[in-house]
Structures are given as C-alpha cells and as structure tokens.
C-alpha cells in the first residue's frame, strides 16, 4: 500500500486491518482525525501496539470503532520501538468489539462460516460455543437472537466479517411413517421455516432422492418436533417403495 493518505470513508477499517494482517505486513497504520491520532502497529500481521492519543492496546482500538473516520496512511517496514502486544488482528478486534453496540442481524436465516479456521481460533466462553455448534446445525439467526449470549456473538461475528448465509437447500432425513395425514409428506417445522426464508415463500413440493438415484416428488407440509426426520403416510410408502430408517436427500421446490 503506498504511503498515501486515503479517507476511511470508502473502506470497513476492520476489513482494511484484515488485509494488512493477512498479507503479513511490517509497518504502521495511521488514522489521522481531529480528535487524535490513530495507529496500529504490525509485524508480520501481527498487531504489536495500539494507540489513540493518550489510550494504548484495546481501549485505542474500541474508541476508532466506534466512529471508523478520517484519513490514513499505512507506512511499510517501520517497527514500534518498544511494542507491548502479540496478537493476531482477530484476537484483538474481538475484544475491542465488547464495547461497541451490538450490531443489527445480517440476515434472518441460518449462516455459515466465512472461515471455520478463524472462528475456532478465537477464544469463546462455554456458553458462546454452544451457539457456534447451533450456527453449524443451522438455527436460524432470528431464532438465536432471542439469546443474549447468542445475540453478542452474532454481532462479533458480523463486524469481523465471519458470518454468511447458508443457501444450500439440501437436507439428509430418514424416513418415517405417519397415518396423520394423506398424499402428503411431513418435515420438521424449523427445516420448513429455513426453506421458507431461502426462498421467500411457502414451499409446497418437496424432491426426494434415494440412494438408489431415484427421485419423488411430493406436496409438502410442516410438522412439529420431527428433527431429522422425513414422514410419509402409507399411501406414498407404497408408491415410491422407501422404508423406514432409509436415509434420503431432500429438497423443496
């Protein structure tokens, strides 16, 4: 990056510290603005000092965060004299976020990590990883966001840059029977609820796959409290020949 002064107007300041980090930059970000003056010290992408005038290390970077505006200027190679940090850029950016508000949801429905590895790199407390193990189960954000606890992560995720939408349809069930209802297959009403927020509508028809390639199509409704579970009634048993315990991929369409 040259040593030029550029607004911060146009650039996510976590997202311009990333690429610095992830290059494995030497040198010093400054941020220069009318109530002080900025810097973020890297060797080798790690962050070795933080500074906004009279506040060092965490509270520096917290007080920029809060307002990312002004002009900076990375110059490469120079060296904090006497550094007081070794972290990554993730580390300290998630410690500085707890004082920032939390950021409204991304998006409503279930996510994905943008980097596996980052996430299990952080440091998270037994109750926030508990919440990372329903993000990959794929509860939705709108109905972890009831959760403090989950909401605080969320949000941490978000400001780093680690949370995208899950936008794969396919789900693997077992099969099951039910006698409740006729002509109609059943999924569980979180599964009907994530494909209803992918797609911007009920969905009404549900492909069925075997292991065998063969592939059935079937009006779909909702049920409660079916988790993995695919429910067909005797008379769709008969006609596609499944049985109970197979395990199919299933999607709507």
Not at 57 to 70: D, E, M, T, V, W
Not at 92 to 121: K, Q, W, Y
Request: aromatic letters at 6%; charged letters at 25%.
């Amino acid at each position: 990056m040259p040593n030029t002064t550029s607004s911060l107007e146009n650039f996510d300041f976590l997202h311009l510290l990333r690429m610095l980090a992830d290059g494995e930059k030497t040198g010093v970000l400054n941020v220069i603005r009318d109530d002080g003056n900025f810097q973020c010290w890297l060797e080798g992408g790690k962050v070795r000092h933080l500074q906004f005038g009279a506040q060092v290390g965490i509270k520096a970077l917290s007080h920029l965060l809060q307002n990312p505006q002004g002009r900076f200027q990375f110059d490469e190679g120079k060296r904090h004299p006497s550094p007081d940090l070794n972290a990554t850029l993730d580390a300290v950016a998630t410690e500085a976020l707890n004082d920032l508000p939390l950021r409204p949801l991304p998006f409503i429905g279930p996510a994905r990590f943008a980097s596996p590895e980052r996430v299990e790199a952080l440091s998270w407390t037994s109750d926030e990883q508990k919440v990372l193990r329903r993000i990959e189960m794929q509860t939705t954000l709108s109905d972890l966001s009831a959760d403090p606890v989950a909401r605080r992560v969320i949000s941490r995720l978000s400001y780093l840059g680690l949370l995208k939408p899950r936008k794969s349809r396919v789900a693997r069930l077992t099969v099951g029977l039910t006698r409740e209802v006729r002509g109609v297959v059943l999924v569980d009403d979180l599964i009907f609820r994530r494909w209803k927020e992918d797609l911007v509508r009920h969905p009404q028809l549900l492909a069925i796959k075997d292991d065998a390639g063969n592939t059935y199509t079937f009006p779909l409704r909702e049920g409660r409290g079916l988790g993995t579970q695919l429910l067909l009634p005797p008379d769709l048993m008969m006609q596609t020949g499944l049985r109970a315990g197979e395990s199919v991929l299933v999607k709507p369409v």
